[in-house]
C-alpha cells in the first residue's frame, strides 16, 4: 500500500494549521544566570544582564510565522528582531546558519504590542527571536499581562 502524503491528496493537513506556543530562551550573555536558558519568556522575571538575549524556533513545516510581543515594563532603547535561519554544514557535523528572512522591530515600549512576521519559510527550518538588552537595561514580560508568543501557519 503506497503512502499518500495529506496534503497531496488536497485534505487539510492539520499539522499546517495554526500553532501556538511561548517563547523560551535559548540563549542569555555569558554573564546572566544560565538556568534562564529553557525557561518560557513570560516566566523568567526582569531580564537586566547587558547582552543579547535568544529563543529559538523550530519552524517544522511552516510557511509563515508571526511572534507576538508585549513586554510589561521596558528600561532603556532596544528592539527585538526575528531572524528565518538556513543551515548548511560548515566544518563536517558542524552546522552554520545563515539569517536569510529578517523583521526587525521598533524599540520595545511597556504594555505595548508588536508583530514580527516572517513570510515563505521555504528552506528555513529554525527563526531566533532576539534582543540586546544595552548596559543598564532590562526588560520583563510578566505572565499575568505580558504577550511572549509565536504562531505557525
Request: hydrophobic content about 40%; aromatic content about 8%.
Amino acid at each position: 500500500m503506497a503512502y499518500s502524503h495529506p496534503r497531496q491528496q488536497g485534505a487539510v493537513d492539520v499539522r499546517r494549521s495554526q500553532t501556538q506556543f511561548v517563547l523560551v530562551l535559548s540563549a542569555v550573555p555569558a554573564t546572566a544566570d544560565q538556568s534562564l536558558i529553557g525557561k518560557a519568556l513570560l516566566d523568567a522575571g526582569a531580564l537586566s544582564v547587558a547582552g543579547e538575549y535568544r529563543c529559538r524556533i523550530e519552524t517544522h513545516d511552516w510557511n509563515d510565522i508571526q511572534v507576538h510581543l508585549k513586554p510589561t515594563a521596558v528600561t532603556g532603547t532596544f528592539a527585538p528582531t526575528l531572524d528565518g535561519l538556513y543551515w548548511h554544514e560548515g566544518t563536517p557535523g558542524t552546522p552554520v546558519a545563515h539569517p536569510t528572512l529578517t523583521d526587525a522591530g521598533v524599540n520595545f515600549v511597556a504594555n505595548t504590542y508588536q508583530l514580527l512576521t516572517l513570510a515563505s519559510l521555504m528552506g528555513v527550518t529554525k527563526c531566533d527571536v532576539k534582543f540586546t538588552i544595552p548596559g543598564g537595561g532590562a526588560i520583563t514580560f510578566a505572565s499575568a499581562t505580558g504577550v511572549a508568543e509565536y504562531h505557525g501557519l
